[in-house]
């Protein structure tokens, strides 16, 4: 079983528009993160999420991300309105408590933006 | 963002052979660093780790070395095998105090292990 499984491997969205990410890590997960990786570019830290609530974000994370989890299992990120330098690969990650533990990554969601 | 730099965009080579990975850091705050492989359509897979304590940590074929006076880190793959050709991604990490352990990437290095 994976540690960290993402859905919609890819998603198409028009500018503008309102698009959600979804990441279900595996239980005992307690902290959870979001990266992106534009093309051609490096994977770039957005948002860490641990206890409920953001705990530390980006320059990258404006007001049009926002990221939860709403029942426990399901860790979502939301784009408000669709840029086109939006578009990119974005990697949920996961890990456990304690300092040596590495973070687990989902395989990913491209994004398109058309 | 440069803190984290891998120099060598790609690295060629024969199965059996060593392969060594180097990566360079900036930030003197980093004191735990990973190493992850990538292959196409799949996210980062964490292979070994070391933390700034240690300057050696060995896993099967993997060996990372660290060198905190000269901030730079090493991958060692020995003996490399076709199955390691995928991109390799040195991070690193500011343990402790607020940070809630975010990673800090380098560019990748393509690795290709030809039978």
């Known amino acids: 079983e994976p540690e960290v499984t993402q859905t919609p491997s890819h998603q198409v969205t028009q500018m503008g528009q309102e698009v959600i990410l979804r990441c279900v890590p595996i239980?005992?997960?307690?902290?959870f993160y979001w990266y992106r990786q534009i093309l051609g570019q490096k994977v770039e830290f957005l948002v860490s999420f641990y206890n409920n609530e953001i705990s530390e974000k980006s320059e990258i994370f404006d007001d049009q991300f926002s990221v939860e989890r709403p029942d426990g299992s399901n860790f979502t990120l939301k784009i408000r309105s669709t840029k086109l330098e939006d578009s990119a690969m974005y990697f949920c990650a996961a890990r456990r408590w304690g300092v040596g533990q590495p973070q687990h990554f989902g395989d990913g969601t491209r994004l398109s933006i058309l | 963002d440069q803190q984290v730099k891998q120099n060598s965009p790609s690295l060629s080579v024969q199965e059996g052979r060593i392969s060594i990975l180097n990566c360079d850091y900036t930030?003197?705050?980093?004191?735990?660093f990973l190493w992850y492989k990538k292959y196409p359509a799949e996210g980062p897979t964490f292979l070994i780790s070391?933390?700034?304590?240690?300057d050696k940590n060995e896993d099967g074929r993997f060996t990372v070395f660290l060198n905190k006076s000269a901030k730079h880190l090493s991958l060692h793959i020995v003996p490399s095998q076709p199955g390691d050709s995928a991109v390799y991604f040195c991070?690193?990490?500011?343990?402790?105090?607020?940070?809630?352990?975010?990673?800090?990437f380098g560019q990748g290095t393509i690795l290709t292990v030809h039978p």
């Open positions: 991070a690193a990490k500011v343990a402790g105090g607020t940070s809630y352990g975010k990673l800090t």
């Open positions: 070391i933390s700034s304590i240690k």
């Open positions: 239980s005992n997960h307690l902290y």
């Open positions: 930030n003197s705050m980093f004191d735990y």
